[in-house]
């Protein structure tokens, strides 16, 4: 992790989104708004627990696949709460994706706020809560939300032209001024103390790191006690739109000179 300060504003910079988890841990229970292509919603140690499950059912140590998986989880949480490993460790056996559910289910988060680009329609997580889906919120302590156009579009069904302009306007006032919304109509106050998280990935184009009128996103930019930008190298190339040329150094330095200048 590499810490910058920009005008009085620190600004923690991982390569894996997981890696946040070593500033976040020190943020005392915050919000967390993260700006990022897809939701990251995955339960803790998913990856780790199933393929430790199905080594240890393949060798006659368990016979029960799902609830060794569960187990293995629950120990890892466990042994990061009782201070037998470190956050360092938790990140060895924690994929890029699952560190949201890691941080509420240890308290070192409140709530999470996700505008993605890559919607879910369910979720087998029960910390999670889709936006837009057909479920009741029940504070729930990760909310995503996948808007598949900008506010106002009237289509019937959201299309090709659709998907390039949610990518065009990701930071345009129009979107965050919507998402900001939500967020407080779920958490009243969820911007009193919070975190801004961006992962570069959610840049598909490069008009989308030049915004016409983003004055909501420097308003989130000032009033975050700290952010945290994952450069997620090779998800900045595979969800970039066709014929775009961004990469993670050059959304990093854009993110930059946005932040140098909401907080000068």
């Not at 570069?200 to 989130?220: A, G, V």
Request: with cysteine.
């Amino acid at each position: 992790m590499n810490k910058v300060t920009v005008n009085k504003k620190n600004i923690y910079i991982v390569n894996s989104h997981n890696q946040v988890l070593e500033a976040w841990k020190s943020g005392n229970r915050l919000n967390v708004f993260s700006l990022d292509y897809h939701t990251d919603t995955r339960r803790a140690f998913q990856n780790y627990s199933y393929w430790r499950a199905d080594s240890e059912v393949k060798s006659g140590l368990c016979d029960n696949h799902g609830l060794r998986m569960k187990e293995l989880a629950e120990q890892k949480i466990s042994q990061y709460l009782e201070n037998l490993i470190t956050i360092e460790q938790v990140n060895d056996n924690l994929k890029h994706d699952e560190h949201l559910d890691f941080a509420v289910r240890t308290e070192m988060i409140d709530t999470v706020f996700i505008l993605s680009s890559n919607s879910n329609a369910s979720s087998s997580n029960p910390n999670v809560h889709i936006a837009d889906g057909q479920d009741a919120y029940n504070n729930h302590r990760i909310i995503e939300f996948s808007p598949p156009c900008i506010p106002g579009c009237r289509k019937a069904a959201h299309d090709e032209e659709c998907r390039t302009m949610r990518a065009d306007y990701s930071i345009e006032d129009v979107v965050l001024d919507d998402a900001v919304s939500r967020a407080e109509s779920f958490r009243a106050g969820f911007f009193d103390n919070y975190i801004l998280d961006i992962d570069c990935d959610y840049f598909n184009t490069e008009r989308s790191l030049n915004p016409e009128r983003c004055e909501t996103f420097k308003k989130l930019i000032r009033e975050s006690e700290f952010i945290t930008i994952a450069l997620e190298p090779e998800c900045v190339k595979i969800c970039r739109h066709e014929g775009c040329r961004l990469i993670s150094e050059v959304i990093l330095a854009g993110l930059i000179s946005k932040i140098e200048a909401a907080c000068r």
